[in-house]
């Protein structure tokens, strides 16, 4: 699927400003960006739910028949029926649905002893559960969720998370995700993009990152200015400095070499170790930190 320079007004308000990326069969894409970004806006737009937009959803390359399954925002239930009867009247409109595969998806969330209490009893994480097994009904052809572990404990978001990256690659759909906790983000998704006030200022191919050939390496000092001297000698990019410590960038097939003249040099140093930049440090960078 194509999302191609996709624009939303509301207002004398810009929530869009041509966003363009792809979502790729077998993949999970992360949707990332402060709050008011855009990123439900999108997904709404994706899915349907609004209208009147700038640019195109291209779909060109999946099924005539394209089939959505999507949690936007906080899932809505018929709170006085059972969880087992809203999964039963959804079923019955998505039609054709296999019965066994529904109830392993129940057991695997971890609802098993919840479908026969009314919804209005439900947590939230145990809401958002329910709504990742209705938005699977009728196996879609493409999965948005939006904040799908929002209110579930760190169990609960292992669980949702491992079903996640099993069912992209067994049934090879493309899933986007929205969510705050990069660092799930980080542990799921193939590709991540990042939007800030509706643009989108980073794409990042996630394999790609992780087999760069340079690697950011700290080193502990109280010979801040020796160090420096020595790093400049060798012609090593210093990345940040503070009163303890110098952080560097080395490729990583220089690296054995280079700890050798560091150890030969007999600088005072206690320690160096690797800090590549987390996802959420990326993100930080590219938002101002907000």
């Given at each position: 699927m194509e999302i191609s320079e996709v624009s939303k007004r509301y207002q004398d308000r810009l929530a869009l400003d041509r966003v363009s990326f792809d979502l790729r069969q077998g993949e999970i894409s992360g949707l990332l960006g402060p709050n008011g970004a855009g990123k439900t806006t999108l997904m709404r737009i994706i899915v349907g739910l609004t209208k009147n937009y700038q640019g195109a959803i291209q779909f060109s390359s999946l099924s005539e028949k394209l089939k959505i399954g999507c949690v936007i925002e906080t899932p809505s239930f018929y709170p006085h029926m059972t969880g087992q009867q809203n999964i039963d009247f959804f079923a019955a409109l998505a039609g054709g649905v296999n019965k066994w595969k529904v109830q392993e998806m129940i057991n695997l969330l971890g609802l098993s002893?919840?479908?026969?209490?009314?919804?209005?009893?439900?947590?939230?994480?145990?809401?958002?559960?329910?709504?990742?097994?209705?938005?699977?009904?009728?196996?879609?052809?493409?999965?948005?969720?939006?904040?799908?572990?929002?209110?579930?404990?760190?169990?609960?978001?292992?669980?949702?998370?491992?079903?996640?990256?099993?069912?992209?690659?067994?049934?090879?759909?493309?899933?986007?995700?929205?969510?705050?906790?990069?660092?799930?983000?980080?542990?799921?998704?193939?590709?991540?993009?990042?939007?800030?006030?509706?643009?989108?200022?980073?794409?990042?191919?996630?394999?790609e990152r992780n087999q760069q050939n340079s690697s950011f390496y700290l080193i502990a000092t109280i010979q801040i200015s020796e160090c420096l001297a020595f790093l400049e000698t060798e012609k090593i990019k210093v990345i940040q400095t503070d009163s303890k410590s110098i952080t560097i960038k080395v490729d990583k097939s220089d690296y054995s070499a280079f700890i050798r003249k560091l150890a030969a040099s007999e600088l005072a140093f206690t320690n160096i170790c690797e800090k590549n930049q987390t996802l959420e440090e990326k993100f930080l960078d590219l938002t101002g930190g907000k």
């Open positions: 002893d919840a479908m026969n209490k009314k919804v209005k009893s439900y947590s939230l994480g145990m809401r958002q559960r329910l709504g990742i097994i209705q938005s699977l009904l009728g196996n879609p052809d493409i999965l948005i969720l939006d904040e799908p572990t929002n209110g579930l404990d760190p169990q609960g978001v292992k669980e949702i998370r491992e079903y996640l990256v099993r069912i992209s690659k067994e049934k090879q759909i493309p899933i986007l995700i929205s969510s705050h906790i990069l660092s799930e983000i980080e542990k799921i998704c193939d590709r991540v993009v990042i939007l800030q006030n509706g643009r989108l200022v980073e794409s990042i191919d996630m394999a």
